[in-house]
């Protein structure tokens, strides 16, 4: 499976940006897509993902800010950040897991989100 992210860039506290990413190759309808990122100096962690089967999380800093979405027939996920901080500044990455899956699934490249002012 390979990933494309794409839609990062510099924003100023609480503008609005919108990530995408689409999954291609071998993919099977049950599955788990989603966004993490990586803070410089921090681990990376889960931002939000979406099953297939229609379930949605979201880390607790980003709830009522940050939407997922998905479009199963196009294989693509996005993420519509609203109300930034600067904060969320991170490499954002794309991640695509099978519901088989036991291991971490595959990362996209990583698009960089910048927030100030």
């Known amino acids: 499976v390979q990933l494309q992210a794409s839609g990062g860039g510099l924003v100023q506290p609480g503008g609005s940006l919108r990530l995408s990413c689409a999954a291609s190759?071998?993919?099977?309808?049950?599955?788990?897509m989603g966004w993490h990122r990586q803070a410089p100096g921090k681990q990376r962690e889960l931002v939000a993902v979406?099953?297939?089967?229609?379930?949605?999380n979201y880390a607790d800093s980003v709830k009522g800010r940050f939407t997922i979405s998905r479009d199963d027939s196009k294989n693509t996920v996005d993420l519509q950040m609203n109300s930034l901080k600067p904060e969320d500044t991170a490499v954002y990455y794309c991640?695509?897991?099978?519901?088989?899956?036991?291991?971490?699934?595959?990362w996209g490249q990583g698009t960089q989100v910048t927030v100030s002012s």
């Open positions: 991640n695509f897991r099978h519901i088989c899956d036991s291991g971490p699934g595959y």
């Open positions: 979406s099953t297939s089967g229609g379930l949605r």
């Open positions: 190759g071998s993919i099977f309808s049950l599955n788990v």
